[in-house]
């Protein structure tokens, strides 16, 4: 075994990334599937996640594509079964699921509040629960990732972020607090928390000159992140590499939040 493989190697494991077809998942997708891992692809678009999981089969790769709302605990735990049996095992969760709806904090309506929650931090915490599940019963532990934002840390002036930002705060607690009940079973879990990253789903206020300048401005390395900047920090927490590391939020920011 190389240098490489002993310390970044996953050939072979299994990895559920859950929004792994589209923007920043299917970056993390492709970039696990390369390493050689077996890639399960699951969100609630089944035909986007079909024809992306028949794209890596193209090259090469193992991948299966499911359907499932990330916000029925039932129909979680029912997906994670379901990829736990097609592949015999489950080593890797990558949460990448997320939405951000927008409104002041003077405007904000029950209904959008309640949905951030439910898909950023209550739909983290069962595709946790029904991961760890088959760790633990496997017996050789597991990697846990669950992808945050620099707005688990800071709140952004200007936007309306009470949602976003009250959903991904408890996300980065919430990890901390399943590192430390699944330890004793050798599962780490971990946050990858990264400023505006170069998708489509940031585009659109990505495209306003004046957003994008002050954005960056404030950003010390001069640019926003690129998928693969994310993606490189997640396969840092899901191999070896990693292994002593868990209940951390690695903060993706060009150095934002060390000077904010």
Request: charged fraction near 20%.
């Amino acid at each position: 075994m190389s240098p490489a493989d002993r310390i970044f190697g996953i050939a072979g494991k299994v990895a559920l990334i859950t929004g792994g077809y589209s923007g920043l998942g299917k970056a993390i997708s492709l970039g696990l599937a390369e390493m050689g891992a077996r890639i399960a692809v699951a969100g609630i678009e089944g035909p986007q996640a079909a024809k992306f999981a028949e794209t890596l089969r193209a090259q090469g790769r193992e991948a299966q594509a499911y359907t499932f709302d990330v916000t029925s605990t039932s129909e979680t735990r029912d997906m994670v079964d379901a990829v736990a049996d097609r592949f015999k095992r489950l080593d890797i969760l990558v949460n990448s699921v997320g939405v951000n709806l927008e409104q002041t904090a003077l405007e904000v309506t029950e209904d959008v509040f309640d949905s951030a929650m439910a898909i950023n931090l209550k739909g983290a915490m069962f595709q946790a629960q029904a991961a760890a599940r088959h760790m633990i019963r496997q017996g050789s532990g597991g990697k846990q990732v669950h992808i945050g934002s620099v707005r688990t840390q800071l709140a952004l002036r200007g936007r309306g972020y009470a949602a976003y930002c009250a959903s991904k705060g408890g996300l980065g607690t919430l990890c901390k607090q399943l590192a430390a009940e699944w330890a004793q079973h050798g599962i780490n879990v971990n946050v990858v928390a990264p400023t505006f990253v170069n998708t489509e789903m940031s585009g659109r206020m990505l495209a306003d000159p004046n957003f994008y300048q002050s954005l960056v401005s404030r950003i010390p390395l001069g640019r926003i992140a690129e998928p693969e900047d994310v993606m490189q920090a997640v396969l840092f927490f899901v191999s070896p590499a990693s292994n002593f590391i868990t209940g951390q939020i690695l903060y993706v920011d060009g150095g934002i939040t060390a000077t904010q």
